[in-house]
């Protein structure tokens, strides 16, 4: 294994034994692990044959790197589709496995998200969110934007914010 951190690496094997490290702790995407394989080594070359010989063994799987990302945040129960969008572009996920991705959130899931996103605030009882107001309607809107929440789906969490007041007074 290799201690010394700060030592470069200068062959294939020693890139391929240094990935296979890395990968030994998470998944990874391809760009995001070949950004921290030239912190160890500057051959691009090297790199390269490391990463080929990865993905020749399917150490190195973009669609299941992209998979494992959406399964990591659909943990995350109160956000919406922006914000799926931002983790899988923040997480580097190659540009063809994001509309499939995107794809697989259904929009019942994301109406059943936005409706615990309510429900989360709504516990809080803060009146900062009380749909009877202006300031409470805009409070409610800029919360479920900040989730990653986009037009039709606030609406759906704004119809759901007026439905409770109604029947909680």
């Known amino acids: 294994m290799f201690r010394n951190a700060s030592r470069s690496l200068t062959t294939t094997e020693e890139v391929y034994e240094y990935a296979l490290s890395l990968l030994d702790r998470r998944e990874y995407g391809e760009k995001e692990l070949v950004q921290k394989l030239k912190r160890r080594c500057s051959s691009a070359a090297l790199i390269r044959e490391a990463v080929e010989k990865l993905k020749g063994y399917d150490l ?3 669609e299941r790197y992209a998979n494992r990302v959406f399964e990591a945040w659909r ?3 109160v956000y919406g589709r922006l914000h799926l969008q931002a983790e899988l572009l923040k997480k580097q996920v190659d540009e063809r496995y994001i509309p499939v991705v995107l794809n697989m ?3 019942e899931e994301e109406s059943r998200r936005v409706e615990e996103a309510y429900l989360q605030i709504a516990k809080r009882h803060d009146k900062k969110y009380d749909c009877s107001t202006e300031k409470g309607v805009a409070a409610l809107v800029r ?3 900040a989730r990653g929440f986009g037009p039709s789906m606030i609406r ?3 119809s759901k914010a007026k439905a ?3 029947t909680h007074g």
Request: charged share 35%; net charge negative.
């Open 143 to 145: 919360y479920f934007a």
């Open 60 to 62: 190195l799987n973009e």
């Open 75 to 77: 943990g995350k129960k």
């Open 156 to 158: 759906i969490g704004m």
């Open 105 to 107: 959130l259904t929009e």
């Open 164 to 166: 409770d007041m109604d």
